[in-house]
Each structure stands twice: as structure tokens, then as C-alpha cells.
């Protein structure tokens, strides 16, 4: 397949109604907030399956997410749907371009504990194999209101501490969600974004020297203008692994624009109490 581009074969969602491109996002959390790669995406189509020419354009640390998707009382930056959140019609900048992002960060949420936590994360899970243990089982949507971790572990029937380190990040976006239902939001999880540039196979950790190399290796194979991120200090407040995690989530969501994106659970959809799909885009 040419370098950036995504598409091909039978699509699992319903591709973006293009004007002529689609700006893209990959969003992770990071130490200073929010790690956000943007790039561009132009589309053509061949027959009734689109193509999608993905091509980076920046990567950025932002402390808040509603001040960079421009979002105000009342306003929503891009339309959305249950099944895919991909008709963007606002914008996350200042002109009236469509944007579509893909992020790793739940986004359906349980209100009661349920062991291996949703459907979507376990089914993440059988597929991730040896990597199975990167996919954590998010708080229930009361624990985001906890004071303390000790607080946080009773509301929630247990906790570890990596998932109480990123409590904020997950009530940070699931305020957002529920004043601006309409972004065009998925959830994404970048290990499967991999393993499916790897052709199936599973990478070394990727805080390992080895992981890092691999991963490089196939953002700068799959992803035109990615390169020039990869190498030399990362932006401040993240780090060399979350940049690579955002920008394979830029592949992720050029992907949710084509139409060719997979996710789990397949059939139905699941949805929480305020209506949000319980899905993992990749």
C-alpha cells in the first residue's frame, strides 16, 4: 500500500461526507495535558470505497482539550454519529474545514463495576494477546467525581493507581462529551493501530529500545511527514512513546474517514446511560 494511504477493501463504518479534505486528529494524554498530531486528508473515490491520503501537519501539548477544539456554550465543532462520529461538518480551528479525531481515551463509560470492564475492552484484549495488558478497564462514570484515590477505589470497587493517574484526563473528556456531544470523537487504542501496520504481530513494549524502533520504523514507512517528529526532543510536557501513540492514531482516524476502520465490539452497538458508543476504533 502507497505510504499514507488508508482505505481499500470493505469498510466497517460509513465514510466522512468529504467537501474536498478532512483535517484529522490523534489525541493522547500526556504528563502536560493532551498530546495532539494533526494532519490532512484528502479523498478520492474510486467505485463506492474511498481512498484517503493521510499526511501529517504538526503535533502540539495542550493543557485542556475544549480551548484547541474551539468549543463553546452551545457550540460543537464537527456532527456526529452513534455508529461513527464521522459526518464532520464545524471545526476544531478558526476557518470552516471539517475535522474528524481518533483518541486514546475512553469514552463510553459503566456506572457499575463489571469484571474485565466493557465489552469493548475485553474484546481489545483477546485481540492484543501478549499485548493484552495495556488495555486498563476504565473507572465507572461515578468514580470520575472521587476526591482522593482512596475515595476513587471505593466508588469504583477497586482501582489501580495508573488508571486513578488519568481519572482527570477521562472526566476532562467526558465534560466535554456532555456539553458537546456532537465532536466528532473516537475512541481508538494505538497498540492495535500497530499491531494492524505490523501486519497482525505484536510489538516489543513500547517504552523498550526495541518497541520505539518499531514503531518509528512504521509511522516513518506509513505516515508522510511523521518523520520529522520522530527524531530530536519531544514537545514539552510528553513523551517519545505518546508521540508516537498520536500519531498512529492520525492513521487511526484517516481510516474512520475512509470507511476502512475496524473496531470492536462488531454488530450492535453499545452505548452508556448518556448515549455514548462503547467502542475501540483502530
Same mark, same amino acid.
Request: charged share 20%; net charge positive.
Given at each position: ?15 466522512? #461526507? ?6 484529522? +486528529? ?9 498530546? %495532539? ?29 475544549r480551548d484547541r477544539l474551539a468549543v463553546g456554550a452551545g457550540a460543537s465543532a ?13 471545526? &476544531? ?9 481518533? %483518541? ?35 473507572? %465507572? ?17 477497586? +482501582? ?24 466528532? +470523537? ?33 509511522? #516513518? ?6 518523520? &520529522? ?23 487511526? &482516524?484517516?481510516? %474512520? ?20 458508543? +462503547?467502542?475501540?476504533?483502530?
Amino acid at each position: 500500500m502507497t505510504p499514507g494511504i488508508v482505505g481499500g477493501g470493505r469498510p466497517r463504518a460509513a465514510p466522512v #461526507a468529504y467537501r474536498q479534505r478532512v483535517r484529522l +486528529m490523534g489525541i493522547d494524554g500526556c504528563r502536560g495535558g493532551w498530546l %495532539i498530531a494533526t494532519a490532512t486528508a484528502s479523498a478520492s473515490r474510486v467505485e463506492r470505497w474511498p481512498e484517503v491520503t493521510v499526511t501529517v501537519t504538526g503535533i502540539e501539548v495542550v493543557a485542556r482539550l475544549r480551548d484547541r477544539l474551539a468549543v463553546g456554550a452551545g457550540a460543537s465543532a464537527g456532527t456526529s454519529s452513534n455508529e461513527t462520529g464521522s459526518s464532520a461538518t464545524g471545526s &476544531a480551528d478558526a476557518d470552516d474545514g471539517s475535522w474528524l479525531a481518533a %483518541i486514546d481515551m475512553p469514552i463510553g463509560l459503566l456506572d457499575v463495576p463489571t469484571p474485565g470492564g466493557r465489552e469493548c475492552d475485553r474484546a481489545a484484549r483477546r485481540l492484543l494477546g501478549p499485548r493484552r495488558s495495556s488495555v486498563f478497564s476504565p473507572p %465507572i462514570r461515578p468514580a470520575l467525581a472521587a476526591t482522593s484515590y482512596a475515595d476513587a477505589k471505593v466508588r469504583n470497587g477497586g +482501582m489501580t493507581v495508573q488508571t486513578w493517574n488519568i481519572v482527570a484526563r477521562i472526566g476532562e473528556l467526558d465534560t466535554l462529551l456532555a456539553t458537546a456531544p456532537s465532536l466528532a +470523537m473516537h475512541e481508538s487504542h494505538p497498540e492495535l493501530a500497530f499491531m494492524r501496520l505490523a501486519n497482525g504481530r505484536a510489538l516489543a513494549p513500547k517504552r523498550t529500545a526495541v518497541g520505539r524502533s518499531e514503531r518509528t520504523a512504521l509511522l #516513518a514507512e506509513h505516515l508522510p511527514g511523521a518523520a &520529522a517528529h520522530l527524531h530530536g526532543p519531544s514537545p514539552r510536557g510528553a513523551a517519545p512513546d505518546d508521540v508516537c501513540d498520536a500519531l498512529v492514531l492520525c492513521l487511526t &482516524a484517516g481510516r %474512520i474517514a475512509a470507511g476502512s476502520a475496524q473496531r470492536v465490539p462488531q454488530g450492535p452497538i453499545p452505548t452508556d446511560a448518556r448515549h455514548l458508543p +462503547m467502542l475501540v476504533w483502530w
